[in-house]
C-alpha cells in the first residue's frame, strides 16, 4: 500500500450536459501525468443489482420507486469496499455520477413519502467525493446536444425536475461548472479542480463520509 491515498473525483449533472466525456478525458489526461486513475461509474450495470437496475431502465422491468431507489444505494454499498481498498493504494477514481444522482431522480418523481430526506438515509455512510463538479447545462442548451435515448428518466418533464432537485441540493463546497463551452476549455477547469482534490487527498486529509 503507498502512503498516500487517491481521490474520489464525481461528476453529476443531467443527462447530457457531459460527464461521460470529462470524466473519460480527465482519467487519461490524469494518467498520462503519471497519476493511478480509474474511471468508475453509476449504476454499474455489470452486477447483480446492476441487471436489476440496467433492466428497470430499460423498461424491461417494473418496481415500486422506494425499490429501485435501494437497489440504487444496494449497487454503490456492494463496490464500498473495494472503493475504499482502492483509494487508500492511492489510485484516484473519477465517478460518473453517484448518490446526488441518486437522490436527484428519485425525489424528482414527486411520490409522496420519497422526500429528499428519506432518499438520503440509505446512502449514509458511504465514502463522501473530494470534489464534485457539477456541470451545469440550461435545458434548452441541453436539447440542442440531440434527442433522447430511450431509457426511463429520459424526458424533458424529468430532466426540469431533476435539475431543480439537483440545485436544491447544492452545497458550497461543489464546483459548479459552466457546461455551454468548448469541452476543451471544460478539461482544462476540471483537471484543476482534480488535481487540487488529488493534493489534498495526498497531503492526509481523511476521505469523508455521506453528508457530512
Ligand atoms: N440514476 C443513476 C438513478 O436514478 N439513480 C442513481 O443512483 C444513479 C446513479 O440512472 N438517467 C439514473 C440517472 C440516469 C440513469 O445513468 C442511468 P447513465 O449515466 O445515463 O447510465
Ligand atoms: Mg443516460
Not at 77 to 104: F, I, N, Q
Request: proline share 3%; net charge negative.
Amino acid at each position: 500500500m503507498s502512503a498516500s491515498r487517491g481521490a474520489l473525483v464525481l461528476f453529476e449533472g443531467a443527462d447530457r450536459c457531459g460527464k461521460s466525456t470529462q470524466a473519460r478525458r480527465l482519467v487519461k489526461t490524469l494518467e498520462q501525468r503519471g497519476v493511478r486513475a480509474e474511471l468508475w461509474r453509476y449504476p454499474d450495470r455489470t452486477t447483480k443489482t446492476g441487471e436489476m437496475i440496467d433492466a428497470y431502465l430499460r423498461s424491461e422491468s417494473d418496481t415500486a420507486d422506494a425499490a429501485i431507489h435501494l437497489l440504487f444505494a444496494a449497487n454503490r454499498w456492494e463496490k464500498k469496499a473495494l472503493m475504499e481498498r482502492k483509494l487508500a493504494d492511492g489510485v484516484t477514481l473519477v465517478c460518473d455520477r453517484y448518490s446526488y444522482s441518486g437522490c436527484a431522480f428519485t425525489a424528482a418523481k414527486g411520490v409522496e413519502g420519497l422526500d429528499l430526506t428519506w432518499c438520503k438515509a440509505p446512502e449514509v455512510g458511504l465514502p463522501r467525493p473530494d470534489a464534485l463538479m457539477y456541470l451545469e447545462l440550461s435545458l434548452e442548451d441541453a436539447a440542442r446536444r440531440g434527442g433522447f435515448g430511450e431509457e426511463r428518466y429520459e424526458t424533458t418533464e424529468m430532466q426540469r425536475a431533476v435539475k431543480e432537485m439537483f440545485e436544491s441540493m447544492r452545497e458550497p463546497w461543489w464546483d459548479v461548472i459552466d457546461a455551454n463551452r468548448d469541452e476543451e476549455v471544460i478539461e482544462r477547469e476540471v483537471l484543476e479542480i482534480a488535481l487540487g482534490a488529488i493534493e489534498r487527498a495526498k497531503s492526509g486529509e481523511p476521505l469523508g463520509t455521506l453528508w457530512d
